[in-house]
Nanobody
Framework: QVQLQESGGGLVQPGGSLRLSCAAS????????VSWFRQAAEKEREGIAA???????TYSHSAKGRFIVSQDIAKKTLYLQLNSLKPEDTAMYYC?????????????????????WGQGTQVTVSS
């Protein structure tokens, strides 16, 4: 079965950085799309970045220029580097998988295309 496990969240000061990881298993890494979403308290889950089997990347407006999505295919692990963090970045961060990708077949920042989700890792940005 498809399994996704996020890690790397924590409490950081404004302007700080974190590197989130998403360990993936249970699907072929020949064709896939994996996206990062976040959900702040009492707000909808928001797509922020995606990467696929072609190594193509997609970023939301809020992520572009500050966040970097990458992957280690051999380790079956996806990463999201969070830089220049702001209090408004505080949220639960999730990874989600679309086996069979690539991301260009869908809008990878929309929740409806993803059927597999991790449990999330909390990022809190506060002084």
């Amino acid at each position: 079965q498809v399994q996704l496990q996020e890690s790397g969240g924590g409490l950081v000061q404004p302007g700080g950085s974190l590197r989130l990881s998403c360990a993936a298993s249970g699907f072929s890494f020949d064709y896939y799309c994996v996206s990062w979403f976040r959900q702040a308290a009492e707000k909808e889950r928001e797509g922020i970045a995606a990467i696929d089997s072609d190594n193509a990347t997609t970023y939301s407006h809020s992520a572009k220029g500050r966040f970097i999505v990458s992957q280690d295919i051999a380790k079956k692990t996806l990463y999201l580097q969070l830089n220049s963090l702001k209090p408004e970045d505080t949220a639960m961060y999730y990874c989600a998988a679309l086996p069979g990708g690539p991301c260009s077949w869908v809008d990878p920042l929309r929740r409806a295309y993803f059927g597999y989700w991790g449990q999330g890792t909390q990022v809190t940005v506060s002084s």
